[in-house]
């Protein structure tokens, strides 16, 4: 009967093609509840066919003409087997899955007096390396769709009006969805090729979808999810020291395909860990992973995100080689009255096991969009998702496509901008402010009032007004012009400039800079003290540390990217310099402190200011950093940074006698810079130089190798300065100097062992930093400090040692790194 079966499939198939036919369906549990993003698989089958039920439990799986036995399987449910017969019409196949049956048999393994989940563990750690390497290639097809959905989300924020412009009022609503489907392929050590042949995001028509297939390798002893989340990354249930975190309690076993699979519950020992809590099961005897359940929480040191949910669950691909088949990660978000929870749904099919992979395939570009993947119609889309749309879903594609046609409309844009480009008092005083004309693809900016107005003894009360318009032409090519007003009240000095950048390149950024005009400059042209920090600083304590000059000036500088990972800039600017001084001796503060006042120039390094003089100045800059990852759009590539340290080689000449200029020098540095994530240790960053000059017969103080100090409570770039060196004590223009800058921050490392510490997530830093350019003038500092405060804030305290030893120790205050140019 059954062969006869099988020829009546055949001839019908022959009639009617072999194109495939949807089987479909919904999954639910035993009580009649709907399974979310259950697995549906094809016995037997090579490459592995199935696919993925939805969050209402409804699945669709294509298949050509034949006979068929479907495997329906959930975490934490009994599979159930059903054969059917695939003929000319669709098939609707319906699952009932019963909660599984877990058997308390007694288990005879090890210590009789312990729990046996801990014997299983231990066998599976004992085979974690096996299973970890056992697949040395693969390459397989990949289907993504992500969606967060907003539950709340506040009025204002820092006093600005939140306004989605997505055409919804409600406070519930859909604020990201994607579709991906592309090829994955691995080969090791480490290398990957994501090749993405079609994409959508909803209502962004020229959008790309979310398109990491990568997943979570619980077969790692640690797991790296994401740095946002924790750059320590989690320890996994089944690591080599696995036993040191967790407890295991066996809740029972059942069978699946004639194999006894263990069902362990995990549970952290200690909170404020990075570890994971839930559910493994373990395939008995060969001590593999059948399918996890697991969560992460804040008390798993876990930033950004409350809670993340993990569900796998793996397949046979071959006799003796099981993947995963699906990956659902939960995420629930909920920060700064934003309430936001979200699915991301991953199904691997097709597995090609020890592919042979042309010579070149795997290259630096690890993720490509090809050409017209975010074009595919909507007929397209019906036909090859392996996992259904959800109701909310499909009403989200079709209103925001529609949304987005109106929203292309020029009047519709200059509507939207006008109820939003209004000035607001936190913009005014302390952020600044940006007005968009979407319309025209332009943008016109101002800095705040706490950059605009500020004090210092030359110029008086002063202002800095600099705003700036931009223009997008395209995903490539846009323009950004910044005119410049600066008017000093004491000395009376009008400055006005203007500089103008053009970006462009598909490959590579390449920009072209012109500036000119006259303006005030630091003597440190890398401007290490901040206008606003200086002016409470002279008013209310009598430090007046910026020194300044005047200079009329006209700049060029051209960035290029060459190939991959080199970037070079070249730049000639030319200054005609003018000395300025005090004219302003306005102070608030404690009389006896006026004394601190010092004249326009460094007095610990010279004893008068310079004269004036003019300096043409010629520079070049080449940066590499070997091993540089990409992402590849059909209309640019995106750097997506290396494991390897980052190179800079940079030359500049002061040319004497040209368009009238008295410098002549040579200056060179060389430095490397990189940052190591020790994992659970937490991440080492450093930056290493050394420079010096060639030829220094004629230097200015502008031209010395400043090194980069800070005097004030506020900290200065970190990894780039001195937080209690003088500015321009140790200043240089010896033939050699060296400079390092080291920090570690154990991100929760020790302090989750603190009983308050670890409940605010605060986490300890440490470091140094140093110069030398010889035995008379060198300077050392070492830190320890605490950071993750209110998330955004870092304390350090520092001690300062100078030539004759223990200089100073102060507090600084500045932003975790990230954050405000740190």
């Known amino acids: 009967m059954k062969k006869f079966l099988a020829l009546f499939v055949f001839l019908i198939g022959l009639l009617f093609s072999v194109q495939a036919l949807p089987v479909s369906g919904i999954v639910k549990d035993d009580n009649g509840g709907l399974l979310p993003y259950a697995s549906v698989i094809v016995k037997d089958s090579e490459p592995v066919k199935g696919t993925t039920a939805n969050k209402d439990g409804k699945y669709i799986l294509n298949l050509p003409a034949g006979v068929y036995v479907l495997h329906c399987m959930h975490v934490g449910y009994k599979m159930v087997e059903q054969e059917i017969v695939v003929t000319d019409q669709p098939l609707e196949i319906n699952f009932t899955l019963p909660l599984q049956e877990l058997t308390l048999q007694e288990i005879v393994v090890g ?72 090829k994955y392929s691995f080969q090791k050590p480490g290398k990957e090729k994501v090749e993405v ?130 990956q659902v990660v939960y995420p629930s978000v909920k920060i700064f009255g934003f309430d936001a929870k979200g699915s991301f749904v991953t199904v691997y099919s097709d597995y090609k096991i020890e592919p042979s992979f042309e010579k070149h395939f795997f290259t630096n570009t690890i993720l490509t969009y090809d050409t017209g993947s975010n074009k595919k119609s909507n007929t397209y889309w019906d036909t090859v998702r392996p996992v259904p749309l959800l109701k909310e879903e499909i009403t989200d594609y079709r209103r925001k496509d529609s949304l987005e046609i109106v929203q292309q409309d020029p009047r519709y844009l200059d509507s939207l901008d006008r109820k939003k480009n209004r000035f607001t008092v936190s913009g005014i005083l302390f952020f600044g402010q940006t007005f968009n004309r979407q319309s025209k693809k332009s943008s016109l900016g101002y800095p705040p009032l706490i950059e605009i107005a500020n004090f210092n003894t030359v110029e008086g009360f002063n202002l800095n007004i600099a705003p700036t318009y931009a223009r997008n032409f395209s995903a490539t090519r846009s323009v950004a012009i910044s005119p410049t007003l600066r008017y000093g009240f004491s000395n009376r000095h009008l400055n006005t400039g203007l500089s103008v950048e053009y970006r462009f390149g598909k490959v590579t950024l390449n920009s072209l800079e012109l500036a000119g005009g006259r303006s005030v400059f630091q003597l440190n042209n890398e401007n290490p003290v901040r206008p606003i920090v200086n002016t409470y600083n002279t008013l209310l304590f009598g430090n007046n540390f910026l020194k300044i000059y005047e200079a009329a000036y006209a700049e060029a500088s051209y960035t290029r990217g060459v190939g991959e990972a080199i970037t070079i800039k070249a730049r000639v600017s030319y200054q005609d310099r003018m000395p300025l001084e005090n004219t302003d001796d306005t102070f608030w503060g404690n009389p006896k402190n006026i004394n601190r006042r010092t004249p326009n120039f460094p007095t610990e390094l010279v004893t008068e200011n310079f004269k004036r003089h003019q300096a043409l100045v010629t520079a070049i800059t080449v940066s590499y950093r070997p091993g540089t990852k990409y992402i590849r759009l059909p209309d640019r590539k995106i750097n997506l940074g290396s494991k390897y340290p980052g190179f800079t080689l940079s030359y500049a000449k002061g040319i004497n006698g040209v368009l009238g200029s008295d410098i002549d020098f040579d200056r060179w540095k060389f430095s490397v810079k990189d940052e190591i994530n020790a994992r659970l240790a937490g991440m080492f960053e450093y930056n290493l130089s050394v420079g010096g000059f060639f030829n220094s017969r004629r230097i200015e103080l502008p031209d010395y190798q400043h090194f980069n100090g800070n005097r ?39 302090t989750n062992k603190i009983p308050g510490l670890k409940i605010l997530n605060l986490h300890l830093l440490g470091g140094a930093n140093a110069f030398v350019v010889n035995k008379s003038n060198h300077y050392f500092e070492a830190f320890c400090g605490v950071e993750n405060i209110f998330k955004i804030l870092r304390i350090d305290y520092v001690w300062g040692f100078g030539n004759q030893g223990f200089q100073s120790a102060a507090f600084r205050i500045g932003f975790r790194k990230g954050l405000v140019g740190n």
């Open 197 to 326: 042949s079609s994409t959508r995001v909803s209502g962004q028509s020229g959008g790309f979808g979310f398109g990491s297939p990568r997943y979570v390798i619980f077969y790692d002893n640690n797991i790296q999810i994401s740095n946002a989340l924790n750059p320590r990354g989690f320890i996994s249930p089944i690591a080599d020291n696995a036993l040191n975190f967790y407890r295991y309690k066996f809740m029972g076993s059942f069978s699946e395909n004639g194999k006894l699979i263990d069902h362990i519950m995990v549970i952290p020992k200690r909170s404020y860990e990075p570890l994971f809590s839930g559910y493994i099961n373990i395939v008995e005897n060969e001590w593999r992973i059948h399918s996890v359940d697991l969560m992460l929480t804040k008390k798993s040191q876990m930033e950004l995100a409350d809670t993340l949910r993990i569900e796998h669950l793996y397949v046979p691909v071959t006799k003796d080689v099981w993947m995963i088949h699906s």
């Open 111 to 182: 210590n009789r007096t312990e729990d046996p989940a801990y014997e299983i563990i231990r066998q599976t750690i004992k085979k974690r390396l096996f299973f970890k390497n056992q697949v040395n290639a693969f390459q397989c097809q990949v289907y993504i769709k992500g969606h967060l959905k907003l539950q709340d989300y506040p009025s204002t924020i820092f006093g600005q009006k939140v306004d989605l412009a997505d055409g919804d009022s409600g406070k519930s609503r859909m604020i990201y969805l994607s579709e991906t489907i592309a």
């Open 712 to 750: 004030m409570l506020v900290a200065t770039e970190y990894l780039n300065s001195f937080q209690l060196a003088p500015y321009y004590a140790r200043s240089t223009t010896e033939k050699i100097y060296a400079t390092f800058n080291v920090e570690h921050h154990f991100n929760g490392f020790l």
